[in-house]
């Protein structure tokens, strides 16, 4: 019986596991549904997100990882030894699991899987996530038979190449929920909001710093906690990395607060299984402007308020923030001009005016594809020997 062999690669953040492994929960829906076995495996170093890839059905094959820098950087030597090195394991590697088609969501690390994958003449297909392509992801689109692209502002970068613009991939547990919420029922609203003890009535902020957390986002929202709790209630996922010398310093400045102000705020490391909840609980969400965050709160057609990180590759951040804005789902704030008496006539306007949040609200569900795993695990189909 035909089998479909599939290498997936992509560097270690979850805005390149968690797409990856959308792909795979939908290709392996649809390949059972014309009984083909399917061998999924992911090459490359996101040991933080292991246990989560395996527990999808793919086989985590741990390769060496390097970066690929633009800059000087001493690291840069030890990298391009680490490089040379994936390159022998890779050869190895892939000669004998010989798959059918790499999936590439680019990274650190992900060019070496394309680089081999070529000389053995395996198909490339690649999936860019943001508005300024990654260096990763622009050398691979050079060996890559087809290119998918979240936002159509980055198809310039791949001229010449089969490009669809299918936006990006969300996560089979956010995208379930996201699909059964509607405008008119309350239910989820009210079950969700229940669930993490928050007041049915109070409007509620979310705010996502990403996995790893967002550092000055964090100390602006703890500057700024004691006006804010005055009117809201706040979800805030501060990241792991973060969150025990984050607590240590809430802890100190909430120690004279009542019990009901610090039952209005809700830190935590990060949000997984119960993301969903938090979406469906929140009124407006705050966060860096990564294309996959994006994608899920238009999931949900939440109204967002975005605060790009200008340190990101390419400013590509802004870029992701300012195309979606257009949409009329997000206001923009750049970290330069992020001021508490900013960012809190821009949550009291917002939060005010229904009719705004409502028109918001619809935009970002325009935005969102929901079909964007259909389509690359359709694709990627074609392929079985």
Known sequence: MKELRVILAGGGSGGHIYPLIAVAQEL????????????????????AYAQEIVDNDIEFVPILSSKLRRYFSPMNLIDILKFFLSLVQLMWKLFWFMPDVVFSKGGPGAFAVVLVARFYLIPVVIHESDSIPGLTNKLSGIFSKKVFLAFSSARDYFKNKDVEI???PVRNSLFEQASSLTMTDENQYIQARKGLGLNLETPTILI???SQGAERLNNFVLESLDILLDKYQILHQVGKRNFDSYKKEYDYISKNWSEDMKNKYLPRPFFNTDMSDVLIASDIVVTRAGSG?????AAFGKPAILIPLPEAANDHQLENARFYSK?????VIQQDNLLKSIFIEEINKLI????MMAKMS???KVFYRPESAQLIARHLLTYVS
């Open 28 to 47: 392996k829906k649809q390949s059972e549904s014309f009984n083909l076995p399917l061998d999924m495996r992911y090459f490359g170093g996101a040991r």
């Open 293 to 297: 965050t994006i994608f899920e709160i």
């Open 208 to 210: 996502l710093g990403g």
């Open 327 to 331: 949409t009329g789902a997000a206001v």
């Open 362 to 364: 619809e935009a970002a």
């Open 352 to 355: 005010q005016n229904k009719e």
């Open 166 to 168: 299918v936006g990006n």
